[in-house]
């Protein structure tokens, strides 16, 4: 029991605690003080209009979504009780489009002795023959003590899959052997089916601080034995949450619904880092059950990650009826648990978007699903604009507080470019330096978002290119340090480098989704994404203001921008 004087000291710290962790409240940490919050109107100024959120309570991991008899699937870690983490179940809702939404029963929670301590992350897999079956951490005791478990829906005909079971003659269907860490063994993947006659799975773990991703092999969905080694690990990265493990192929932007043999497919292997709340993913090549990463990048912490802001414990699946891979990711709140317990609700799912190989080999492209376009509504334009150092030009016509904006970028020169630091290891030790507000050579130019009309509150989403020895470097930004003028935020300056050679096209493209508390913007068509959270307390409905601006000595061109008002999705 925590007295009333303790819990303030205790949100207090807690607070500071959110503030030097990314913002992101680490997890499976229960408040039973604050359950059973009800929603205030505080909230509702950030509400988002077309971002997945529940109408109240805490959310977080996207669990198990699919695609089953003409129906969307999409399960999610979450608190009935109240705004903060805990009370967790796997809460279900259900779609035709990807962006409307219909909730339904709970499918999965705390029920069983090899899951009373709570049912932790896991995917779906569709079974020849069976139908679906869930796959998902369940923790059996105080310890933490994690084993993972097998659901099936009641009623297989039943087109909402309402509710699930869990045999008791095959729970648990895998628990830790003597070599495992049992306190880190959790989140399972989509199971995929190989030549061999057996389906594969990877359940996320560590060793000391060496991540590690177990793979397990069964005949029958039923029986599961470890293989010998992991699939990959790599030392100093501390705990892999969330693994994904899928193939993409080389020379088109389909998705494939298993992994495949052949010389022309890559494989992406993606953990969630719990020491630094982002989602990281390698590309490389696999065989005989080890997987080896290319050497384009890095394998670990400087390595490429789906999203360079706010975007955590990601999860795929394969849509077979547009033959496509489409990725959910969370988005915590950046606001403290304070805030989060007088609005009522925390934490939201970016977009799914598409998510396929870019040309090059390197790396992914991601995009928001085609369906997002369902909601654009009134259309503005702007051409030819030219842009002078200093120069900000208003996009009126449109409801800039949720909003859909495309707009493509070119220059005359590179000649312009400063000098990148060595000092600046990643992209947000630039970005930290060099803000929206520091005059530079080309660039920064881009959008101001949520921005009032004198600018007291902006969230600047820009690019800025300098000069480093034989290449230059392209650097995005979104910088929420201006983004309110309300104290005790996470405010941070998101930044990612993107991959883009501007010697013989100086052309550079920016597509950013505006939903009240979100900017998820995506650069360069998907190269480089950063989802940043923001709260602004004077820049909200029709008091905010979009803007493109300039703020470098070289003269930018809007070449074309596209902007809709965005309808909301209908999410009951």
Not at 218 to 223: A, E, G, Q, R
């Amino acid at each position: 029991m925590v007295s009333p004087n303790s819990s303030t000291i205790f949100l207090f710290l807690l607070s500071l605690l959110l503030l030097i962790n990314n913002g992101v409240q680490a997890f499976h940490k229960v408040y039973p003080h604050l359950q059973s919050v009800s929603v205030l109107s505080i909230g509702a100024q950030h509400r988002t209009g077309y971002h997945f959120q529940p109408p109240k309570n805490w959310i977080n991991d996207p669990n198990g979504p699919m695609y089953y008899n003409g129906i969307y699937h999409f399960f999610y870690q979450y608190n009935p009780k109240g705004s903060v983490w805990g009370n967790i179940v796997w809460a279900h809702s259900v779609s035709k489009d990807l962006i409307n939404w219909e909730a339904v029963e709970h499918a999965i929670y705390p029920s069983k002795p090899f899951d009373k301590y709570g049912c932790w992350s896991g995917s779906a897999t569709v079974v020849p023959g069976k139908g679906p079956i869930i796959l998902y951490t369940g923790v059996k005791d105080e310890a933490q003590n994690q084993v993972q478990c097998y659901a099936v829906p009641e009623d297989p005909k039943d087109p909402y899959l309402r509710k699930w079971v869990k045999p008791d003659n095959l729970n648990p269907i895998l628990v830790p052997d003597k070599e495992v860490n049992g306190s880190a063994f959790r989140d399972p993947t989509t199971a995929w089916w190989s030549k061999d006659g057996h389906w594969r799975i990877l359940v996320g773990s560590r060793r000391k601080e060496r991540g590690v991703a177990y793979l397990y092999r069964s005949k029958d969905f039923k029986t599961w034995v470890r293989a010998k080694h992991p699939l990959h690990s790599k030392g100093d990265t501390g705990m892999w949450e969330c693994p994904d493990f899928y193939p993409v192929p080389l020379k088109n932007n389909l998705g494939l619904d298993s992994v495949v043999d052949g010389k022309q497919v890559k494989f992406v292997l993606k953990n969630s880092l719990d020491l630094t709340r982002y989602d990281y993913y390698t590309i490389g090549s696999y065989d005989k059950d080890k997987y080896v990463p290319d050497n384009t990048s890095e394998d670990g912490w400087g390595g490429l990650r789906y999203d360079y802001g706010n975007f955590y414990a990601s999860k795929s699946f394969f849509d077979p009826s547009k033959k496509r891979r489409v990725i959910w990711g969370w988005a915590n709140e950046s606001d403290t648990t304070d805030d989060d317990v007088l609005k009522g609700w925390a934490g939201i799912q970016a977009i799914p978007r598409t998510v396929w190989l870019d040309p090059n080999g390197r790396q992914l492209l991601q995009w928001p699903v085609e369906e997002l376009d369902s909601l654009r509504g009134k259309e503005v334009n702007m051409k030819s604009q030219k842009l002078e150092k200093g120069v900000n030009v208003e996009v009126k016509g449109i409801t800039a507080a949720q909003a859909d904006v495309e707009v493509k970028f070119s220059f005359s020169s590179l000649d312009k470019a400063e000098p990148y630091d060595p000092k600046w290891v990643h992209a947000q030790d630039a970005c930290d330096h060099k803000g929206s507000k520091e005059q530079g050579g080309v660039g920064p130019f881009g959008l101001l978002t949520l921005a009032t009309e004198k600018l007291e509150e902006f969230t600047p989403v820009f690019f800025r290119i300098f000069k480093d020895q034989n290449k230059h470097v392209i650097l995005m930004c979104s910088d929420a340090r201006s983004s309110s003028l309300k104290s005790k935020l996470y405010k941070p300056a998101f930044a990612g480098f993107v991959d883009l050679d501007l010697t013989t096209n100086k052309k550079i493209s920016l597509r950013s989704l505006i939903d009240h508390s979100v900017v998820e913007s995506f650069g360069e068509g998907g190269k480089t994404n950063i989802l940043s959270r923001v709260y602004p307390q004077l820049a909200v409905a029709s008091q905010a203001h979009l803007f493109v601006f300039n703020n470098g000595t070289e003269p930018i061109t809007v070449e074309n921008l596209k902007a809709w008002n965005m309808k909301s999705a209908n999410i009951k």
